[in-house]
């Protein structure tokens, strides 16, 4: 990956929906060239796909929740299960492997603190293997982008 494709990728965070011609104008191509860019960087699996940024409230899940959760024991079993299990719940728009006292960050979408409540009883609790679960609610957002660094 070259920096014009790092171009191109730069220009599609900031508007997904920009024509090819404003794409290759932005980025300095012709649009031919720019076409051909983007759809290799589609078929190498570096642009995963496309999607939109809905407001949240007005959809009708304000509140963003971090849970960490540390698993009882770290088995093969154990870690799959839980795995495979967060992969299913639409709530969970975030997982990732932590280091530190915790396994894993959870980020959770929801209505309320009740649809919460209801979350980790029908949802987290059921899945087993889990030693604790630390919640942390946010009530403001100061930055948000999908709009990755300049590199280099």
Partial sequence: MDRKDRQIIRALQENGRMTN????DKVGLSPSPCLRRLRALEKSG???GYSVEVDREAYGLPVT????VKLDKHTEDTVSNFEAKVR???NIVECHVMTGQSDYLLK????DLASYE????????PIG?????DTSFAYG??????VLPKVG
């Fill in 65 to 68: 929740v971090f849970v960490r």
């Fill in 108 to 111: 959770v979408v929801i209505a």
């Fill in 46 to 48: 570096v642009i995963r």
């Fill in 118 to 125: 209801i979350f980790v009883r029908k949802n987290l609790h």
């Fill in 129 to 133: 293997g889990i030693a604790s679960i």
């Fill in 21 to 24: 011609q404003e794409l290759a």
């Fill in 141 to 146: 957002e100061v930055k948000k982008t999908a």
């Fill in 88 to 90: 299913k719940i639409e």
